[in-house]
């Protein structure tokens, strides 16, 4: 190979692997991050959780509210944070604990994973205290 020939593939592969490195190399915010199946199945049941449930407290115009989240938690955990508004009946707070593991377990499904282990933590006011654990 001619020296120029050879200069050239010197700047192809540089530039293939270099290049990548310079443009998000400017600012930690830009550096590549991919997201685990725990990251997206956290993300969509929060999508899921926000756009299809509305708590019987706010249909029927009572004096409570209740309010869920979902993170991920490595190794292998969805972290539920429930927050409760007014006085909720211990019924009700049962039924939206189960309602979110069976809501965790349904969408693990469509990863063909086991549903990860549920970890439910309960905010009322200023304070935070584990409820129940799966």
């Keep these: 190979m001619s020296k120029k020939a050879l200069f ?5 592969v540089g530039v293939a692997f270099g290049g990548g490195r310079l443009s998000a190399s400017g600012s930690p915010w830009m550096q590549p991050y991919r997201l685990s199946k725990l990251d997206w199945l956290a993300s969509m049941l929060e999508s899921a959780d926000r756009s299809s449930r509305l708590t019987p ?3 029927m115009a009572t004096d409570y ?7 991920m938690h490595p190794p ?3 972290l539920v ?9 211990i ?3 049962d039924k939206e604990v189960e309602g979110a593991k ?3 377990a ?3 499904k469509g990863f063909h994973l086991p549903s990860p282990k549920v970890e439910i933590v309960r905010r009322d006011g200023d304070n935070l205290r584990p409820a129940r654990e799966r």
Excluded: K, N, R
Aim: glycine residues 6%; contains cysteine.
């Design 106 to 108: 349904e969408s693990a």
């Design 65 to 71: 509210c209740t309010e869920l989240h979902y993170f």
């Design 57 to 59: 407290s706010m249909a």
């Design 8 to 12: 050239a593939v010197a700047i192809v």
């Design 91 to 93: 019924s009700e707070w």
């Design 102 to 104: 069976e809501l965790v």
């Design 76 to 78: 292998e955990t969805i």
């Design 81 to 89: 944070l429930g927050t409760t508004f007014g006085p909720v009946p």
